[in-house]
């Protein structure tokens, strides 16, 4: 049995966005419902969330966005950016428990105290840019993860693998001209017209060039068409870069079952792709791998998928 490493916080409930909005506290609690009822949660380690020093977050945003989303809080504004982004006077502690959270597991793993993570946080942070808001998410997550990984405990090689429905364009700008992060990503395109970023021809630049790589998928597609193309992408291209430590950005939106894509995932693909994640990590990264939840909008199959997800990483 892998040191698995479990981060959930009722905290992270607190960040409202209304009624009928896809990104609710709902998807969090069917989450941990999932892990639960399974009987997984004596055999995982949990994680407490802490709130994140504004340094780190500082390594990925700009000073004059986080001051900016701060006293939007403060005034309790209900939206940033974009009317997608629905908040409440607490989103801006729950973003920074959501990253705090992560940093230390992040930390537990180096320090060897857990061999892998599964992080139900929310706000999701992948669409996030350096100075703004996107598609619900506030501080990019896993972005300011991988500068933590570098910066705090030496890591020279992150490698990203974003398999949210939606492109992780934040993500995926922010990295762009860096060649220690490599960024794959493989989603909808088009998908709802958003975010309308992540072609094959974007693939970083300068001394970037080659470290970003995208796999659109067209509407109507299901497992073979994914199983095949993260052979042919995913696959060779961490081969070439060998990554140290693994982050994913987990999105569950690409089920058939939900409604904010038309790709027709099984649920038994979703098993297959976090089987390979786990067997590049084992390969390349010392099994130091954490998933970090960004979409999944279908409260009743979340339970199934995420229970499924954690054992994977369990599982040696």
């Known amino acids: 049995m892998r040191r698995t490493g479990f981060l959930y916080d009722e905290r992270y409930l607190l960040h409202c966005t209304g009624s009928c909005h896809p990104e609710s506290p709902e998807r969090l609690k069917a989450a941990y419902q999932g892990i639960e009822d399974a009987g997984l949660l004596p055999e995982l380690t949990r994680i407490h969330a802490v709130p994140a020093q504004q340094r780190w977050i500082e390594k990925v945003h700009h000073i004059n966005y986080i001051l900016r989303f701060e006293e939007a809080c403060l005034l309790g504004m209900d939206e940033l950016d974009y009317p997608d982004n629905q908040m409440c006077r607490e989103t801006y502690d729950t973003a920074m428990l959501a990253v705090g959270g992560i940093l230390e597991t992040a930390k537990m793993i180096m320090e060897d105290k857990i061999d892998n993570a599964f992080c139900a946080v929310r706000p999701p942070g992948h669409h996030a840019e350096v100075n703004k808001a996107m598609g619900f998410c506030y501080f990019n997550n896993v972005a300011v993860t991988a500068r933590y990984l570098q910066e705090a405990w030496g890591i020279e090689r992150v490698g990203i693998v974003d398999f949210d429905v939606h492109h992780g364009n ?93 790709i027709k995932l099984s649920t038994e693909m979703f098993t297959w792709i976090m089987k390979v994640l786990m067997g590049l990590a084992d390969k390349y990264a010392k099994g130091r791998i954490i998933s970090v939840l960004e979409g999944g909008y279908s409260i009743q199959r979340l339970p199934e998928l995420i229970k499924n997800h954690v054992e994977v990483m369990m599982t040696p």
């Open 170 to 262: 934040g993500t995926q700008h922010i990295f762009e001209y860096d060649p220690t992060v490599f960024y794959y990503s493989i989603h909808e395109h088009p998908s709802f017209a958003f975010p309308g970023t992540g072609r094959e021809f974007e693939k970083g630049a300068d001394a970037g060039q080659g470290y970003t790589l995208n796999t659109p998928v067209l509407p109507g597609q299901g497992d073979r068409e994914y199983l095949d193309l993260i052979k042919r992408d995913l696959l060779p291209a961490f081969e070439f870069f060998q990554p140290e430590f693994i982050l994913a950005s987990t999105g569950f939106d690409a089920h058939a079952e939900d409604d904010m894509s038309d």
